[in-house]
């Protein structure tokens, strides 16, 4: 077995492969994809009277298509009635971070990271009061999120559209891990 030098035992350690806490409320639902030699094909879901089988309790009140150009963050986005279920396609790649802000939730002050597309197909749900932001991680080209929402959008007194500063949980949320 080597041993290592003075500057390199002073910075070791091992990595940590346990589970990362999750944010109460926040779901995924893998979905399949079928693809053969002419193409693929996704369900995004099923709706009865505009409920979304698999997220019990979701209805649909509206679908939204969102494109982010190379790098371009949104964030932070956050409702205090409307669950957000975002979906990115398997071509594209999307940094979805995620931070509970709800005073006395058991996650309070949890702060997720998840990438989205990329070769997976997943929806995930995002509870109110959990402050959701987007990178675009593609460089050079725009990243799609179709998304299913309980609230229809109001520019009124009804308006849900919360917004917190996109360095809200630290600049670095954004960067590309490193190690
Ligand atoms: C959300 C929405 C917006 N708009 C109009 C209002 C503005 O003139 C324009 C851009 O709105 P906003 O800056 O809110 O859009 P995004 O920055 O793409 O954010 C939206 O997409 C990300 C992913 C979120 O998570 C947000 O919750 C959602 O607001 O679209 C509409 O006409 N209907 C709508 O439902």
Known sequence: MPEFNDAAKAAYSVQDYSARSKIEGLEIVELRRFNDDGGAMTELGRLDGGKLQGLPGFEVRQVNYSVMEPLAIKAF?????????????????????????????????????????????????????????????????????????????????????????????????WDVERG
């Not at 996650?107 to 990178?135: F, N, W, Y």
């Open 77 to 173: 986005h956050m409702h205090k009635r409307q669950t957000d279920v975002w979906y990115v396609p398997p071509t594209d790649k999307i940094l979805l971070c995620v931070g509970d802000v709800r005073k006395g939730s058991p996650t309070e002050g949890v702060v997720q990271r998840l990438v989205l597309g990329d070769t997976r197909s997943m929806l995930v749900r995002i509870p109110p009061g959990v402050a959701h932001g987007a990178k675009n991680l593609r460089p050079a080209t725009p990243s799609v999120i179709v998304y299913f929402v309980d609230v229809q959008f109001s520019t009124d007194e009804h308006c849900d559209e919360g917004r917190l500063p996109w360095d809200h949980f630290g600049a670095s949320v």
